[in-house]
């Protein structure tokens, strides 16, 4: 039987070592020592539009998703979760400078709009933290299969560290993240929260088509000319964290 009272079933240092990781990853800012190469102008023309996009997607202020966490925070009686999200928001901008800097390295304009930053954003302003968090680790989940193909597309040594590390810290991301949402559905019946991971792993897919267009040409460095190469992993990835999700809740459900 589930518990009743939400601050009880949550311990108070669930999210400790997540605050640990985010105050000691806040101070290890990625520092590439070597000369930084031009890329050849068909690299430029491959990766240009693909970076800025993400160079976008990664510098929300994350306004609104602070608002609704510091709501749960103070629902959950656990005041270390608002200064995690904030450190989180805090490190995915970084991510968006590391993207800008290489850009502005090779003399390439930085992003200025895109309608999928934008999508992301009215959907995660429209509704709770549940969504938010949903909408975020979509992101993330597939942040976590591009940069490693970003990696792949170029042959700059300082862009393939940008990646390497971005894609080190997105891991981390999700699994902060399915540690969230294993909580946030604490007080769910179980078909409920089935439905709501089948949903999010509906809205991951149709998401990953929906980015093909402008990212085909760097993820086919690592999956071919098959979209559905790269589709098949974003599915597995989804499914591996879904099924997180399922065993931490079920950790807090359990008297």
Same mark, same amino acid.
């Given at each position: 039987?589930?518990?009743?009272? /939400?601050?009880?079933?949550?311990?108070?240092?669930?999210?400790?070592?997540?605050?640990?990781?985010?105050?000691?990853?806040?101070?290890? +800012? /990625?520092?590439?020592?070597?000369?930084?190469?031009?890329?050849?102008?068909?690299?430029?023309? @491959?990766?240009? +539009?693909?970076?800025? =996009?993400?160079?976008?997607?990664?510098?929300?202020?994350?306004?609104?998703?602070?608002?609704?966490?510091?709501?749960?925070?103070?629902?959950?009686?656990?005041?270390?979760?608002?200064?995690?999200?904030?450190?989180?928001?805090?490190?995915?901008?970084?991510?968006? @400078?590391?993207?800008?800097?290489?850009?502005?390295?090779?003399?390439?304009?930085?992003?200025?709009?895109?309608?999928?930053?934008?999508?992301?954003?009215?959907? @995660?302003?429209?509704?709770? /933290?549940?969504?938010?968090?949903?909408?975020?680790?979509?992101?993330?989940?597939?942040?976590?299969?591009?940069?490693?193909?970003?990696?792949?597309?170029?042959?700059?040594?300082? &862009?393939?560290?940008?990646?390497?590390?971005?894609?080190?810290? =997105?891991?981390? +991301?999700?699994?902060?993240?399915?540690?969230? &949402?294993?909580?946030?559905?604490?007080?769910?019946? =179980?078909?409920?929260?089935?439905?709501?991971?089948?949903?999010?792993?509906?809205?991951? &897919?149709?998401?990953?088509?929906?980015?093909?267009?402008? +990212?085909?040409?760097?993820?086919?460095?690592?999956?071919?000319?098959?979209?559905?190469?790269?589709?098949?992993?974003?599915?597995?990835?989804?499914?591996?964290?879904?099924?997180?999700?399922?065993?931490?809740? =079920?950790?807090?459900?359990?008297?």
């Amino acid at each position: 039987m589930k518990r009743t009272n /939400l601050a009880n079933s949550i311990p108070d240092d669930y999210f400790s070592n997540w605050l640990e990781y985010c105050e000691k990853n806040r101070k290890n +800012h /990625l520092k590439y020592l070597g000369k930084i190469e031009r890329i050849t102008p068909t690299e430029a023309q @491959r990766i240009h +539009h693909s970076v800025q =996009e993400f160079q976008l997607g990664e510098a929300s202020e994350g306004l609104q998703l602070i608002k609704h966490a510091q709501r749960w925070s103070q629902k959950i009686d656990n005041p270390d979760y608002i200064k995690i999200i904030k450190l989180f928001i805090g490190e995915e901008n970084r991510h968006s @400078r590391y993207l800008a800097e290489f850009l502005k390295s090779q003399n390439l304009t930085l992003g200025t709009e895109s309608f999928t930053d934008k999508a992301f954003r009215a959907i @995660r302003n429209s509704f709770g /933290l549940e969504m938010s968090i949903r909408v975020l680790a979509a992101a993330e989940i597939i942040a976590t299969i591009y940069y490693p193909c970003l990696r792949m597309a170029t042959s700059n040594e300082y &862009l393939k560290s940008i990646c390497l590390r971005i894609t080190e810290e =997105e891991i981390e +991301h999700v699994k902060f993240q399915m540690q969230n &949402l294993a909580a946030l559905n604490i007080e769910k019946n =179980e078909i409920l929260f089935r439905f709501s991971n089948l949903l999010h792993l509906f809205f991951i &897919l149709g998401t990953s088509i929906m980015i093909l267009p402008i +990212h085909s040409p760097v993820i086919q460095s690592k999956y071919g000319n098959n979209p559905i190469n790269f589709l098949k992993v974003v599915i597995g990835e989804t499914k591996k964290y879904l099924s997180l999700i399922k065993q931490l809740r =079920e950790r807090l459900i359990l008297p």
